[in-house]
């Protein structure tokens, strides 16, 4: 049965990611979607960070040292443009106020 | 390729971590190195999964196995959680999928870089199309075609055998790492970093922010289904500003 699940969600992941590659090949964009499609990598980042920082009841699940580390990283990835820059900068910020509270 | 280096120096600001390899490198090369870095946040993700396993009671290689099979973290562990907690296959298996339905996004998103491509290229790339992969293709835009898929693919396949051999070792190590570390912190500082790359305009960082927000009004909804409908709205709402602005 596990194996089902498995092979059954290969499948259903693998058809999201090909389907529209695949359904739009020879559709000719219009400027207003391709105006929309740059938006989709900033929003969907932002969406997956606040659903890692709320229980599924709705509620925040983050502390000062999280909501402080996710600045830290923000500036870091920010003003460097340095993603390892960035994660030291949050996973350091997040363990030392960790510590001292 | 001499208009690609061109194009790739032009757009410095969000490229400021490069050094000077980038401009001459291949874009297989950069491809991987490129993923590198975005990986290391990954590496605790593949011992919470490992965890994960562990706690639904799977044998090691056929939780394992799911990292081919899906080659989707947070998918992998929605799956496993919820199989943990005694749900149903269907049950389990439509969790999973809404959790990953955000990559139809990134298939439409794509689709117009997919057009004059082989269409080997379109079966083999949609399987490595995950998050990381997604946002590189969009902060480093590449018009050459095959320069395009050179970077693709390298990228997707460094991360992927990078998966591969992590998630091994996660289902083997994951439930020996003290759970007072925190390490799977990672992931939303991964994304927020993520965000801030791709955000390379003040209206993108705007449409951000109002995601961030629509999500939060929106986290009580069942399976995350308050991730799609965050984003959508913002998109909307930024076309909408566009459109204000320009009448």
Known sequence: MIALAIILTGIGSYVMRAFFIFALARYSFPPLLLR?????????????????????????????????????????????????????????????????? | MRAMVALTARKAPTLRTDSSWHT?????????????????????????????????????????SSSPIIF?????????TLIGEGASVAAAV?????????????????????????????????????DQVFVLSQIKPIDEPVAFRRYFLAAGFTFWSLWMICTALGVVMGPAIPAEWGVE???????????????????????????????????????RTGILIAVISSVVVMLLLQRHRQS
């Not at chain 1, 580390?69 to 910020?93: D, P, Y």
């Not at chain 2, 090369?29 to 590496?43: H, K, V």
Request: glycine share 8%; proline share 6%; net charge positive.
């Open chain 1, 36 to 101: 929309a499609l740059e938006y989709v990598a900033p929003t969907v980042m932002a969406a997956l960070v606040v659903s890692m920082l709320t229980t599924p009841e709705g509620s925040l699940a983050a502390g000062l040292p999280e909501l402080m580390g996710l600045i830290c990283t923000a500036v870091a990835a920010k003003t460097t443009g340095n993603h390892i820059l960035a994660l030291i900068a949050g996973m350091g910020t997040f363990w030392l106020i960790g510590a001292i509270l």
């Open chain 2, 24 to 64: 001459v490198a291949s874009p297989a090369l950069r491809g991987s190195l490129d993923a590198l870095p975005l990986f290391i946040p990954a590496l605790p993700f593949a011992f919470v999964f490992g965890v994960v396993v562990a706690n639904a009671g799977i044998p090691q290689w056929l939780g394992w």
């Open chain 2, 72 to 80: 989707g973290g947070a998918i992998q562990v929605t799956l496993f």
């Open chain 2, 94 to 130: 439509s969790a999973a999928l809404i959790v990953g339905a955000r990559h139809m996004l990134y298939s439409v998103a794509l689709a117009p870089r997919f057009q004059n491509q082989p269409s080997w290229f379109r079966w083999v790339g949609s399987y490595v199309l995950i």
């Open chain 2, 185 to 223: 912190f990672a992931a939303p500082v991964l994304f927020v970093s993520l965000m801030m790359a791709s955000s390379d305009r003040r209206d993108k960082l705007a449409a951000a922010a109002l995601a961030m927000g629509l999500t939060y009004l929106l986290a009580s909804l069942p399976n």
